[in-house]
């Protein structure tokens, strides 16, 4: 499956190609934008690569550090205010909203961002801190904040983010 047929599986707007490609910003970024500054930052060239993910964040309101990993068909819905920080980790086939902040916690050099696994959808405004792990096809309900490991499936909302 193409990332633009996940977009319209995901979005029950059941946008055309045409909408896709003109007018969401999650698709902008994560085609043009954030491929390009990992490509330069690997090559090093941190500073054009900081300028261009700067770039991105000017025209599509989405912040992605070009070192952030980040899997085939990770749809950014609506987008606007979502931050991914630099260590993050995310799986294929995420479904992120609006607001949402993969951010880090500590100063360590190797990893102070969040993994998020396979399948798994981050509810718009929520905050997922620091170096734990959200296992695959688990559901953080939008405004959580969550400070500890999500294990596979679960669904946890709240502040702080509980089961639920």
């Known amino acids: 499956m193409s990332f633009i ?8 707007a059941d946008p055309s190609v045409f909408e ?7 698709f902008h970024v994560m085609t043009v934008f954030h ?20 770039i991105g964040r000017l025209l599509t309101g989405i912040e992605i550090h070009p070192e952030a ?13 979502v931050v991914i920080g630099q260590t993050s980790v995310i ?14 916690k500590g100063w360590d050099d190797k990893r102070r961002h969040p993994i998020i696994g396979n399948n798994v959808m981050i509810g718009a405004h929520a905050q997922i801190i620091g170096p734990i792990r959200i296992g695959d096809s688990a ?3 939008a405004g ?21």
């Open 5 to 12: 047929e996940s977009i319209q599986k995901r979005d029950p």
């Open 20 to 26: 896709i490609v003109l007018s969401y910003p999650g």
């Open 69 to 81: 990993s980040i899997g085939k068909n990770c749809f950014i819905d609506h987008g606007m205010g």
């Open 35 to 54: 491929p390009l500054a990992s490509i330069l930052w690997h090559f090093k060239l941190r500073a054009l690569a900081r300028f261009w993910a700067h």
């Open 139 to 141: 559901h953080i309900g």
């Open 144 to 164: 959580s904040v969550v400070l500890h490991d999500v294990a596979m499936g679960d669904t946890v909302a709240g502040n702080p983010a509980k089961i639920i």
């Open 91 to 104: 799986g294929d086939d995420c479904l992120i909203y609006q607001g949402v902040t993969l951010g880090g």
